[in-house]
């Protein structure tokens, strides 16, 4: 948010600079000036940043400054003849146009074709079998689920190591992490029902053998996931999470 009110205020100071000392100003209307120079100052911005940042960098971060490109495609097709647009130029965009939308149908085509949730529909199905509503997941297992039950299963996170990484444990304890999920989650008497931990294979097999659940099996168990339940949630807070990352939640 910090980040945005930056480049408005400094595209806003550009703006005005251009204002007061280009004859062209007449051509362009105030806010699509300000959407040609929030775009370019945001694009530069943030290219040069992932460049020093340590985490890693995917493509959807460059999601909320790219989309500007749309509109303003549009004012550079109104007004090329009256910003005198060289012959290069234009080219240029028009090249860029083409390679962004290619890129976007190849892209859907990719997406369309792949059902990538598709593992994910045995416990799914069991879940919602056995009225199973409340639980928890490491973050990338979490939202996921509450989608695929169409908000009928509620997942709260489990701390990691790194993105995509093995579950973190500290004193044999299980860290909680309530990453972007309600508030209220962090109670435990929210749900007073049967609740559940779901981990992937991999992350089963990094927390398996330790105290936490050498006398526990799965209730769920296929290729790719696990699933392991409890009389409630608040059984779950006490017994398996470290009190530390409960206080900091």
């Not at 005198?84 to 083409?98: D, E, K, P, Q, R």
């Not at 529909?121 to 989608?147: K, P, S």
């Not at 209220?184 to 330790?210: A, C, M, R």
Request: aromatic share 14%; proline share 3%; net charge negative.
């Amino acid at each position: 948010s910090l980040l945005l009110i930056g480049i408005f205020i400094l595209s806003i100071k550009t703006i005005s600079k251009y204002k007061a000392s280009n004859s062209c100003s007449d051509t362009l209307f105030l806010p699509q000036i300000f959407l040609i120079m929030f775009f370019v100052v945001s694009s530069v911005y943030h290219v040069v940043l992932f460049q020093f940042i340590d985490s890693d960098t995917h493509g959807r971060y460059f999601i909320p400054f790219l989309i500007f490109f749309v509109p303003v495609l549009a004012v550079l097709f109104e007004k090329a003849k009256e910003l005198s647009l060289s012959s290069g130029v234009f080219a240029l965009i028009m090249l860029i146009t083409v390679v962004i939308l290619g890129q976007g149908a190849l892209n859907f085509q990719r997406i369309a074709r792949s059902v990538v949730n598709r593992i994910r529909n045995g416990y799914v199905n069991y879940l919602r079998e056995h009225n199973l509503h409340f639980g928890f997941a490491t973050f990338w297992n979490a939202n996921v689920t509450t989608e695929l039950t169409n908000g009928v299963v509620e997942i709260t996170s489990l701390e990691t190591e790194r993105t995509n990484g093995p579950v973190k444990i500290r004193e044999d304890k299980l860290l909680y992490s309530n990453r972007l999920e309600p508030v209220k989650y962090d109670d435990p008497l929210y749900y007073q029902g049967e609740s559940f931990l779901l981990f992937s294979q991999e992350e089963w097999d990094g927390v398996k053998n330790t105290e936490m659940f050498t006398a526990k099996l799965p209730v769920y168990e296929d290729s790719n996931f696990v699933i392991i339940t409890y009389p409630s949630a608040q059984v779950i807070h006490k017994t398996l999470f470290s009190q530390e990352s409960l206080n900091g939640s």
